[in-house]
Nanobody, 120 residues
């Protein structure tokens, strides 16, 4: 079982930056693919970014490409989402997820989410 705890959300003005962190329990973190998802009010949860087990491959939704960056530190059991040039439409609850495959596909574990609010 893997437990994921997100942090770093908050209120920021449009154009600003935030860095989300996701701390994972367990000794198998380094073998998991990881992802970030978000869900805005009244909308379905959507994919934001993902990273493979070693950090050598990253994937992004078109809506965040060039503004967001996913990274991981396997020594700290943590994955990050650096969010720059934030827009009001980035407002959502952001969720961290872990996939038991090294290259993330389906996700097996989810965090509780952290709120990101971008004001115009």
């Amino acid at each position: 079982q893997v437990q994921l705890v997100e942090s770093g959300g908050g209120l920021v003005q449009a154009g600003g930056s935030l860095r989300l962190s996701c701390a994972a329990s367990g000794r198998t973190f380094s073998s998991y693919g990881m992802g970030w998802f978000r869900q805005a009010p009244g909308k379905e949860r959507e994919f934001v970014a993902a990273i493979n087990w070693s950090g050598t491959s990253t994937y992004y939704a078109d809506s965040v490409k060039g503004r967001f960056a996913i990274s991981r530190d396997n020594a700290k059991n943590t994955v990050y989402l650096q969010m720059n040039s934030l827009k009001p439409e980035d407002t959502a609850v952001y969720y961290c997820a872990a996939s038991r495959t090294r290259y993330p596909s389906e996700y097996d574990y989810w965090g509780q989410g952290t709120q990101v609010t971008v004001s115009s």
